[in-house]
């Protein structure tokens, strides 16, 4: 008789997204009438950008034809997206990151799930509280967690890093230390950031203690302020602890065209083993890559056309940022974020729960918003909102929460 991979009992009800996507088809499916807005999960809403479109469009073609077909890409993904990944967000901003250090996946949610596995089952992790849900469940799901306690909403092996308004959302360093570091800036959900020097402090951290950093950068694209930083390979030495995971969801749309990448530089190490040759090892077995047409739609994120065109769509989210941060402000709520992320992060009020909020939301606005507590038990009476709908939607949201 086999036996089920008895983490995944574990883990309490269902993804947080997918929670909240079953509460609201339950609702508008009582309420046919109401006309709800989305401002729930990050999902991007505006098209795709003309110089990306086209690229598909050649690219398709491509592939209608025996002289430009491609099959299989290679193991870590396209030279041509590759080197131009590595000219544009690496080497302009100073970093030494090679094309042959970058690893072509189909998105940052799978490569942050994924690659625990090179870690060994009793390593430690710590993460920011709140946090992305997918570290946490991902680790537990390949038994590094502990027992679950649903009073406290923790798990008993997982260091949590509170960030609250009264630390300014900076994770402090732990009591206890860990030896796998989840940093997501600028961060999910909060939507807030640390300075670069702060980053400084993590690398040195990292590197004294013998931890590694996964850190996500998925939203680098939306950082306004010049003390952050949009890679952690601008912090000195961090090649030798981090790795960084990097997404064209939010800044190109790409949330239903999937691609992503992932950073493993050669000279990262645990005891003499090279943790880029493991990473390649899995790529190899376990993944056949991006499409090419995708992988050439990622190349034109980088064409100039491209470049100025999503400068534009980045600049018409944190347009609704600012609609929902002045908006909540001048409501009198308390709001965070929403300068270098498109997450806006309020306290909810009064002595409301994450959930009661939302559900009120709901039901008196018709907005959806995704409950703080999702995120972890330091999320608990805060609630984010995204900016990734249209303007005209966030400009009406905004008008019903201002009516509640
Ligand atoms: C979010 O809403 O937190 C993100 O859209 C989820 C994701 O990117 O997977």
């Given at each position: 008789?086999?036996q089920?991979?008895?983490?995944?009992?574990k883990?309490?009800?269902s993804?947080?997204?997918?929670?909240?996507?079953?509460?609201?088809?339950a609702?508008?499916?009582?309420?046919?009438?109401?006309?709800?807005?989305?401002?729930g999960?990050?999902?991007?809403t505006?098209?795709?950008a003309?110089?990306?479109?086209?690229?598909?469009?050649k690219a398709?073609?491509?592939?209608?034809?025996?002289a430009s077909?491609?099959?299989?890409?290679?193991?870590?993904?396209h030279?041509?997206?590759?080197?131009?990944i590595?000219?544009?967000?690496?080497k302009?901003?100073?970093?030494?990151?090679?094309?042959?250090?970058?690893f072509?996946?189909?998105?940052a949610k799978s490569?942050s799930?994924?690659?625990?596995?090179?870690?060994?089952?009793?390593?430690?992790?710590?993460?920011?509280?709140?946090?992305?849900?997918?570290?946490?469940?991902?680790?537990?799901?390949?038994?590094?967690?502990?027992?679950?306690?649903?009073d406290?909403?923790?798990?008993?092996?997982?260091i949590y890093?509170?960030?609250?308004?009264?630390n300014h959302?900076?994770?402090?360093?732990?009591?206890?230390?860990?030896?796998?570091?989840y940093?997501?800036?600028?961060?999910?959900?909060?939507?807030?950031?640390?300075?670069k020097?702060k980053l400084?402090?993590?690398?040195?951290?990292a590197n004294?203690?013998?931890?590694?950093?996964?850190?996500d950068?998925?939203?680098?694209?939306?950082?306004t302020?010049?003390?952050?930083?949009?890679?952690i390979?601008?912090?000195?030495g961090?090649?030798?602890?981090?790795i960084?995971?990097?997404s064209?969801?939010?800044?190109?749309g790409?949330?239903?065209?999937r691609l992503?990448?992932?950073?493993?530089p050669?000279?990262?190490?645990?005891?003499?083993?090279?943790?880029?040759a493991?990473?390649?090892?899995?790529?190899?077995?376990k993944?056949?890559?991006?499409?090419?047409?995708?992988q050439?739609?990622?190349?034109a994120v980088?064409?100039?056309?491209?470049?100025a065109?999503?400068?534009?769509q980045?600049?018409?989210?944190?347009k609704?940022?600012?609609?929902?941060?002045?908006?909540?402000?001048?409501?009198?709520?308390?709001?965070?974020?929403?300068?270098?992320?498109p997450?806006?992060w309020?306290?909810?009020?009064?002595?409301?729960?994450?959930w009661?909020?939302?559900?009120e939301?709901?039901?008196?606005?018709?907005?959806v918003g995704?409950?703080?507590?999702?995120?972890?038990?330091?999320?608990?009476?805060?609630?984010?909102?995204?900016?990734?709908?249209?303007?005209?939607?966030?400009?009406?949201?905004?008008?019903?929460?201002?009516n509640?």
């Open positions: 008789m086999y089920i991979n008895d983490n995944y009992q883990l309490p009800g993804y947080l997204f997918s929670t909240i996507a079953k509460k609201v088809a609702f508008t499916e009582a309420n046919p009438d109401k006309s709800v807005i989305r401002l999960i990050g999902d991007v505006q098209p795709i003309p110089a990306i479109i086209q690229a598909l469009h398709v073609d491509e592939m209608a034809d025996a077909f491609h099959g299989y890409a290679p193991d870590l993904g030279e041509f997206l590759r080197h131009a590595a000219e544009n967000d690496y302009k901003r100073g970093c030494s990151i090679s094309e042959d250090e970058i072509v996946s189909d998105g490569d799930g994924n690659i625990q596995e090179l870690f060994d089952v009793n390593c430690k992790i710590a993460v920011t509280d709140p946090v992305y849900p997918v570290y946490v469940d991902s680790n537990v799901m390949a038994g590094r967690c502990g027992v679950y306690d649903s406290s909403q923790t798990w008993s092996n997982v890093m509170p960030c609250t308004r009264e959302f900076i994770p402090e360093f732990p009591k206890e230390t860990p030896d796998i570091i940093l997501c800036i600028p961060n999910n959900p909060t939507g807030t950031t640390i300075p020097t400084q402090e993590w690398v040195d951290y004294e203690k013998g931890a590694v950093i996964i850190y950068a998925a939203y680098e694209a939306y950082i302020q010049e003390d952050v930083a949009h890679s390979y601008e912090c000195m961090a090649d030798r602890c981090a960084e995971i990097r064209f969801s939010k800044n190109a790409f949330t239903g065209v992503g990448f992932t950073v493993v050669k000279v990262l190490t645990c005891n003499g083993v090279s943790l880029h493991m990473w390649a090892r899995r790529h190899g077995t993944y056949n890559g991006a499409p090419y047409i995708i050439r739609a990622g190349e980088y064409s100039e056309a491209g470049q065109q999503l400068k534009e980045v600049a018409y989210y944190m609704n940022a600012s609609v929902i941060k002045e908006g909540l402000s001048a409501a009198g709520y308390e709001v965070y974020g929403g300068v270098n992320a997450y806006i309020l306290k909810t009020p009064g002595q409301m729960s994450s009661e909020f939302f559900d939301l709901l039901e008196e606005a018709n907005v995704t409950p703080g507590s999702g995120f972890g038990p330091s999320g608990e009476g805060y609630f984010r909102l995204t900016a990734f709908g249209s303007y005209e939607n966030t400009v009406a949201a905004l008008e019903r929460i201002r509640l």
